[in-house]
């Protein structure tokens, strides 16, 4: 089973508008963590913004929030006024230990791909 | 700070050839990580180091080594390319190996082998 699901391949968002990018994931660890990072078509991964599974406030950066519900266990992310530079592939990500113990190893959903629109 | 980077951006291999992709951090980090990311596929994890003098195998490990010379650098070796090889290789770094810490990577190095 995919540990990190994101189930649109791809989203088509107006200019100004408001966007949501899906994510859920799996762990029964109570401690994790989970990230969203943007790529450009240039390639490049930027760090967007983090939750810890222990925060209780939903994490936002500037125009970028994450709507943490963790008792279904998703982690959605919202932009809010799309800007044409927003255009990218989006991947979630969450780190959680390793059944070993020992590390929290990342885990990357196979990503949104998102349009915006002028 | 140059952050993360990795050498070559570009390299184009014949089927059996060797060779060592190159990276490193200035941010001080302890862990460092290697992936590939494949067309729909996200990244996955290769090897990664959670600190100086350990590594580790993540999910796909076949077909690659990685040494990690010293705090700063970590290099991911193919002995002997294949086809399947082909890709855009990632490495990244992170203060620490917990839960809260977020990855920095490098611009990627892309792979063909022919």
């Known amino acids: 089973a995919q540990k990190i699901t994101q189930t649109q391949p791809g989203m088509f968002v107006q200019e100004k508008e408001a966007v949501t990018l899906d994510c859920t994931y799996d762990t029964s660890d109570p ?9 450009p078509s240039s390639g490049e991964m930027i760090f967007l913004i983090y939750q810890g599974s222990y925060d209780q406030q939903n994490a936002t950066e500037g125009r970028y929030s994450l709507n943490f519900q963790k008792a279904r266990k998703s982690a959605n992310l ?7 530079g927003d255009s990218a592939m989006y991947f979630c990500a969450m780190r959680e230990p390793l059944a070993s113990g020992g590390s929290y190893i990342p885990t990357f959903g196979r990503g949104t791909s998102l349009i915006v629109h002028p | 700070n140059a952050g993360v980077t990795q050498t070559p ?13 190159q990276c490193a951090q200035d941010m001080n980090h302890n ?5 590939r ?22 999910e796909v490990p076949n077909g690659y080594n ?17 086809p399947s090889q082909t890709s855009v290789y990632f490495c990244a770094s992170s203060e620490g190996g917990t839960w809260s810490y977020e990855q ?4 990627g190095t892309r792979l063909t082998v022919t």
């Open chain 2, 66 to 82: 990685v040494s990690r010379l010293n705090k700063r650098e970590f290099s991911l070796r193919l002995e002997s390319a294949a």
């Open chain 2, 104 to 107: 920095y990577f490098g611009p």
């Open chain 2, 37 to 58: 990311q494949d067309p729909g596929m996200g990244l996955r994890l290769i090897y990664y180091s959670a600190s100086e003098g350990t590594t580790d195998k993540g």
């Open chain 1, 78 to 84: 919202v932009i809010s006024a799309s800007q044409l």
């Open chain 2, 31 to 35: 862990s460092m990580y290697w992936y």
């Open chain 1, 31 to 39: 401690s994790y963590g989970l990230f969203w990072y943007k790529q």
């Open chain 2, 9 to 21: 951006k570009f390299q184009v291999l014949k089927t059996g050839q060797s060779m060592t992709l």
